[in-house]
């Protein structure tokens, strides 16, 4: 062996070397999953909600008219008839939502329309982005109701096979407390039951992270499935190594509000083997800033305001 390498010229062995190095560092960061690549994650929050009404199938489409998104970030319930729906609150929002009789949802009332507590063909009868939403000037009013996740699977698929794109992955957030549980959500392992056997059913296994804020929900989500992504959403102060000790397991995915990262943070999380995506990040210099540090990806309601590089 030392006398083959007494062969080969030295410019010529540091070029291989160099070249074994790149493959090495051009693989997946772990291995044999396809949502945990080394490609930068850009995620569109709720779809597009900066520019259309948000967890609506139009946002969906919107986000993927940017070419750098690769994620659809989106929120989940459960309706009384047990189907799994897209929804940030588990209820109709005052903000944004219209009762069946044309009015706004008043605020006293968001309550009386607990989406656990409506079957979905109900549901489907409010509308909730023709009134636009006054904390985003960009968006595009328009009708649409909460659609059912196989909906917007089905229309992402058509989209991406009419356009030839690639399908995107999606980040699912589990809506979920200890005070809603049996009233305004299913018990942790029921809701987790019921999400995991429709992504199952919908074949996008593969592409799916489950994100919570909920620790239970996401211990409920490995007891069932081990391979499952996850990602745990932070929004406390508590230290890096307090979440993930309460969360009692090492996620994939930690997902902080980006205002409590640090540097430290991210080469902890990489130590770890887990990746680092924080939200929602709306405007291009704080982009800069979270990418300087080393982030895995960016959640933002504003996928036009990507930076080019």
Same mark, same amino acid.
């Given at each position: 062996?030392?006398?083959?390498?007494?062969?080969?010229?030295?410019?010529?062995?540091?070029?291989?070397?160099?070249?074994?190095?790149?493959?090495?560092?051009?693989?997946?960061?772990?291995?044999?999953?396809?949502?945990?690549?080394?490609?930068?994650?850009?995620?569109?929050?709720?779809?597009?909600?900066?520019?259309?009404?948000?967890?609506?199938?139009?946002?969906?489409?919107?986000?993927?008219?940017?070419?750098?998104?690769?994620?659809?970030?989106?929120?989940?319930?459960?309706?009384?008839?047990?189907?799994?729906?897209?929804?940030?609150?588990?209820?109709?929002?005052?903000?944004?939502?219209?009762?069946?009789?044309?009015?706004?949802?008043?605020?006293?009332?968001?309550?009386?329309?607990?989406?656990?507590?409506?079957?979905?063909?109900?549901?489907?009868?409010?509308?909730?982005?023709?009134?636009?939403?006054?904390?985003?000037?960009?968006?595009?009013?328009? $009708?649409?109701? &909460?659609? /059912?996740?196989?909906? +917007? =699977? @089905?229309?992402?698929?058509?989209?991406?096979? #009419?356009?030839?794109?690639?399908?995107?992955?999606?980040?699912?957030?589990?809506?979920?407390?200890?005070?809603?549980?049996?009233?305004?959500?299913?018990?942790?392992?029921?809701?987790?039951?019921?999400?995991?056997?429709?992504?199952?059913?919908?074949?996008?296994?593969?592409?799916?992270?489950?994100?919570?804020?909920?620790?239970?929900?996401?211990?409920?989500?490995?007891?069932?499935?081990?391979?499952?992504?996850?990602?745990?959403?932070?929004?406390?102060?508590?230290?890096?190594?307090?979440?993930?000790?309460?969360?009692?397991?090492?996620?994939?995915?930690?997902? $902080?509000?980006? &205002?409590? /990262?640090?540097?430290? +943070? =991210? @080469?902890?999380?990489?130590?770890?083997?887990? #990746?680092?995506?924080?939200?929602?990040?709306?405007?291009?210099?704080?982009?800069?800033?979270?990418?300087?540090?080393?982030?895995?990806?960016?959640?933002?309601?504003?996928?036009?305001?990507?930076?080019?590089?």
């Amino acid at each position: 062996m030392k006398t083959a390498l007494k062969q080969i010229p030295s410019v010529l062995f540091l070029i291989m070397l160099f070249g074994l190095a790149a493959c090495m560092l051009s693989k997946d960061k772990f291995s044999g999953n396809k949502m945990l690549t080394d490609q930068f994650d850009w995620q569109g929050h709720r779809g597009a909600r900066g520019l259309a009404p948000e967890n609506t199938i139009p946002a969906f489409l919107k986000a993927l008219e940017f070419p750098k998104i690769t994620t659809l970030e989106m929120d989940l319930a459960i309706s009384a008839d047990g189907q799994v729906l897209v929804s940030h609150e588990p209820w109709m929002s005052a903000a944004i939502c219209t009762t069946p009789d044309g009015l706004p949802v008043k605020a006293e009332d968001e309550e009386k329309f607990l989406l656990f507590a409506m079957p979905y063909a109900q549901i489907a009868q409010f509308d909730c982005g023709k009134r636009g939403n006054s904390r985003f000037p960009e968006q595009q009013a328009m $009708p649409a109701n &909460k659609p /059912l996740l196989k909906d +917007v =699977v @089905q229309s992402v698929n058509h989209y991406c096979s #009419k356009n030839q794109l690639k399908r995107p992955h999606y980040n699912i957030e589990i809506k979920s407390q200890p005070n809603w549980d049996g009233k305004k959500s299913p018990p942790p392992a029921q809701f987790a039951t019921t999400v995991l056997r429709e992504i199952e059913e919908l074949g996008i296994s593969k592409q799916v992270c489950i994100q919570s804020f909920d620790p239970r929900v996401l211990r409920e989500v490995k007891a069932i499935s081990p391979k499952t992504v996850t990602a745990l959403l932070v929004e406390n102060l508590k230290s890096f190594d307090t979440n993930i000790q309460e969360l009692g397991y090492t996620p994939e995915i930690y997902s $902080p509000y980006y &205002k409590l /990262l640090s540097a430290e +943070v =991210v @080469q902890k999380a990489h130590a770890l083997k887990m #990746k680092v995506i924080p939200w929602t990040v709306n405007e291009p210099e704080e982009m800069h800033k979270l990418m300087a540090m080393g982030v895995d990806g960016i959640i933002t309601d504003y996928p036009n305001r990507i930076p080019p590089q």
